[in-house]
């Protein structure tokens, strides 16, 4: 049975830095596209990054480009987020999903393994 753990949040000043890191279990990781996405309370669940299974593609949202990186390496089953410059509107809960596909999306009804989550905290 696939099963998604995420780690690395916690609680950070604004401008700081955090790495989430998902450890995948399963042989068909390195099939599928990963995403991470985020939410806040009281918001829907947004998408802000994903990584093809090759690595050659990857997407983030307008609200995070430039500041956040996603990575992924199939030999170890882990995708990271590393995320740079942190704003107190980054403050969410943050879940890694695999996709149905290689390719990688944006449509959060295209991811369809999921982990529990992990909290990220940005204080102003």
């Known amino acids: 049975q696939e099963q998604l753990v995420e780690s690395g949040g916690g609680l950070v000043q604004a401008g700081g830095s955090l790495r989430l890191s998902c450890a995948a279990s399963g042989s068909t990781f390195r099939n599928y596209a990963m995403g991470w996405f985020r939410q806040a309370p009281g918001r829907e669940r947004e998408f802000v990054a994903g990584?093809?299974?090759?690595?050659?593609?990857?997407y983030y949202s307008d609200s995070v480009k430039g500041r956040f990186t996603i990575s992924r390496d199939n030999d170890k089953n882990m995708v990271d987020l590393q995320m740079n410059n942190l704003k107190p509107e980054d403050t969410a809960v943050y879940f890694c999903?695999?996709?149905?596909?290689?390719?990688?999306?944006?449509?959060?009804?295209?991811?369809?393994?999921w982990g529990q989550g992990t909290q990220v905290t940005v204080s102003s």
């Open positions: 999903a695999r996709g149905k596909y290689a390719l990688v999306s944006k449509e959060l009804n295209e991811y369809i393994v």
């Open positions: 990584i093809s299974w090759s690595s050659t593609t990857t």
